[in-house]
């Protein structure tokens, strides 16, 4: 049996809904501190100052929260396991547990092994200092001497492909540039542990194949632990030989990764059943809603066919007129969660710079020739550069198959996402 690296044994975490994070400045402690007392002042008094009856106050019990439930499993030494589910599920939250950024409220959770781990982007760096400077820094709170650091230096900037900004302030750094530079330094400062977020999404298609081969290769060839947590089912299918699937805080599924992810998939179905604005998956600053989705033929009546031009409707509600709307939609495969197609408002114009508070936003395309199978979509509606509301799994349409090529064939959807017409010629 291959030597357990990490023992995760019935750990749970749990909020109190509405309270702030524990750590907080001076400012705020005394704010807290004085506010405090004036509440226990009053508290006593009835509303013209007199002693009065007490005041009933809610049960602090109503509002805890667990954001983890009995979670147990093991890792060996060098397997790459997954972590998949919806938004939060709880994914995040254990990986912090394991990295030690958060406590658990209960639990137990033994570690054999140094931790790098890349939670979000910039994770462990110093905005003031160079990429050169964070590297040294991030090696050094691994444990390594400056010796090995300098040894592995070359090869960490060769990966980031960021040399020519390597000694300028990481705070200038792009969102991409902060996800190359701190993939490049976790994955090569020899950690016997690596735990990577859905952070990689961030950077570009080829950079993201860079690192999956990176990952392969950091636990097949040197023998270290990789967790990954993600929604790309294409890179957890062929990177992962197991995974776990969490649902609402609990562990739900755990075996071999093609067998979990179909109980995903599965579960992602019906997810559908479920209004837009009942959902409970809604990211963002909630000044704005999106409430309904609908997506129809162009031609009215007839089902969705290689070829059909679509309309996607949203219907949405708002707090007050949007300024600057700004609407991404994502229309992925539904198995593998690979982009087929993303539509933004911000490529191809055609918003107004302010909407009203409630109405429906249309996206009307052109001829899709997709093959044949389920698409999903992700939606995002953006407040200037701000995160309105945004929902992942917001709707599907299946796209029917069609004799295209007038020979009865087509390609399945593993062997092609586009059809084209086409002709074969000889000379």
């Known amino acids: ?36 007392g004036v509440k226990k002042l009053f508290s006593g008094l009835g509303r013209n100052g007199s002693s009065g009856a007490s005041v009933v106050t809610a049960d602090k019990k109503d509002n805890l929260f667990w954001s983890l439930k009995d979670i147990s499993f093991n890792v060996a030494n060098g397997e790459i396991v997954g972590i998949i589910g919806r938004n939060g599920a709880g994914k995040s939250t254990l990986l912090k547990i394991i990295t030690g950024i958060t406590e658990p409220t209960e639990g137990r959770i033994d570690i054999y092994g140094r931790i790098a781990s890349l939670l979000e982007v910039g994770t462990g760096f110093h905005l003031e200092l160079t990429g050169r400077e964070n590297i040294y820094l991030n090696g050094a709170i691994l444990g390594m001497k400056k010796r090995e650091i300098d040894r592995k230096f070359d090869e960490i900037l060769d990966f980031s492909e960021v040399e020519q900004f390597i000694d300028t302030p990481v705070k200038y750094y792009s969102s991409g540039m902060r996800v190359r530079l701190g993939f490049s330094v976790a994955a090569h400062l020899e950690p016997e542990i690596l735990l990577i977020d859905e952070v990689l999404a961030v950077g570009d298609a080829a950079f993201q194949k860079k690192c999956l081969g990176k990952l392969n290769n950091v636990a097949t060839s040197e023998g270290r632990t990789v967790l990954f947590v993600s929604h790309d089912m294409t890179a957890i299918l062929s990177l992962c030989r197991r995974t776990l699937m969490i649902e609402q805080g609990r562990l739900v599924g755990e075996g071999q990764t093609e067998e979990v992810v179909q109980k995903y998939l599965q579960s992602m179905s019906s997810i559908y059943e479920v209004p837009l604005d009942q959902r409970t998956d809604h990211v963002g600053d909630e000044s704005v809603t999106i409430v309904s989705l609908l997506v129809e033929n162009v031609e009215a009546g007839k089902p969705i066919q290689p070829g059909s031009r679509i309309n996607i409707k949203f219907g949405y509600v708002s707090d007050k007129p949007i300024r600057f709307p700004r609407m991404i939609v994502k229309i992925k495969d539904f198995r593998t969660r690979l982009n087929l197609l993303r539509l933004d408002s911000e490529i191809q114009v055609g918003l107004p710079e302010l909407l009203p508070a409630k109405g429906t936003i249309i996206c009307s395309t052109e001829e899709l020739f997709l093959t044949p199978g389920r698409c999903v ?30 020979t009865g064939k087509i390609p399945s959807r593993d062997e092609s996402v586009s059809l084209i017409k086409y002709e074969w010629l000889t000379e």
């Open 377 to 406: 979509i992700d939606v995002e509606l953006k407040r200037g550069m701000v995160t309105a509301d945004r929902i992942e799994h917001a709707g599907y349409f299946d796209i029917e198959t069609q004799d295209v090529y007038g």
């Open 1 to 36: 049996m291959s030597e357990i690296t990490i023992k995760v044994r019935d750990i749970g975490k749990e909020y109190r809904i509405g309270e702030t994070n524990e750590f907080r400045t001076i400012r705020e402690n005394i704010t807290k501190s004085i506010s405090g």
